[in-house]
């Protein structure tokens, strides 16, 4: 099966999940009020059969509209979101990028990709790190950003990771391109807690089997 296969049903997975879960909220608010599926669906401007479908969480194509407003009968607020989650569909690009670096990693530390985060309350959904490094007792967690188009929010997301999965060390690594120079010259002020760091000297540590501090390079 191929990655892209993986994660369509991965996708389809949690898509399922979630309406069973919003039939569940709404077959719990209708027999609070006391109604019957065929007032909600009548209130709700659908059928009653439709209504029957989204209570079984067997209507895969319910609407955010329709949902939003069976909501608003049963006195719900319905809300729909993304959070960040797993690494996406990684192109041959990224791939190559991240082959780079980890190829600088000498003994005795190791590596390995994809490493998964444990799941919390708020972040139910898979996440994981591009890489992460061992040895010596020691950690290394590794972020790997192709373009920096969203910084505030690509940002949130790395600190996410690092409050819910902290490493000894992590390391933020940006493509090195003119515009993800520019990027990080204009939005330096955001990187407090990840400080620029050598390239050069970076690898020079994983080499040498060194875990490098908490930073980010251009590579």
């Known amino acids: 099966m191929g990655v892209t296969q993986r994660v369509l049903d991965q996708g389809t997975r949690r898509?399922?999940?979630?309406l069973k879960r919003l039939a569940g909220e709404y077959r719990a608010g209708r027999l609070m009020l006391g109604l019957s599926q065929r007032q909600v669906a009548e209130a709700a401007?659908?059928?009653?059969?439709?209504?029957?479908?989204?209570?079984q969480g067997s209507d895969r194509h319910l609407t955010m509209l329709a949902a939003a407003r069976?909501?608003?009968v049963l006195g719900l607020d319905f809300s729909a979101r993304t959070y960040p989650g797993d690494a996406p569909t990684r192109d041959a690009a990224h791939a190559k990028r991240l082959a780079t670096l980890l190829v600088n990693i000498g003994p005795p530390l190791r590596y390995r990709t994809d490493v998964p985060l444990r799941r919390t309350t708020d972040h139910p959904e898979r996440r994981a790190w591009d890489a992460a490094v061992w040895g010596n007792g020691e950690r290394t967690a590794i972020e790997l950003e192709m373009r920096l188009h969203d910084?505030?929010?690509?940002l949130?997301?790395?600190h996410l990771k690092m409050r819910d999965d902290p490493a000894?060390?992590?390391l933020l690594v940006i493509a090195d391109t003119v515009t993800n120079r520019r990027a990080v010259l204009e939005f330096a002020d955001l990187f407090p807690d990840l400080p620029r760091l050598?390239?050069?000297?970076v690898l020079k540590w994983l080499r040498s089997g060194v875990h490098p501090p908490t930073g980010l390079i251009l590579l």
Do not use: C
């Open 15 to 18: 898509g399922d999940h979630s």
């Open 45 to 55: 401007h659908i059928s009653r059969s439709a209504y029957g479908r989204v209570e």
């Open 70 to 72: 069976i909501a608003a």
């Open 151 to 154: 910084v505030q929010g690509q």
């Open 156 to 158: 949130r997301k790395i």
């Open 168 to 170: 000894e060390h992590t």
């Open 198 to 201: 050598r390239t050069a000297a």
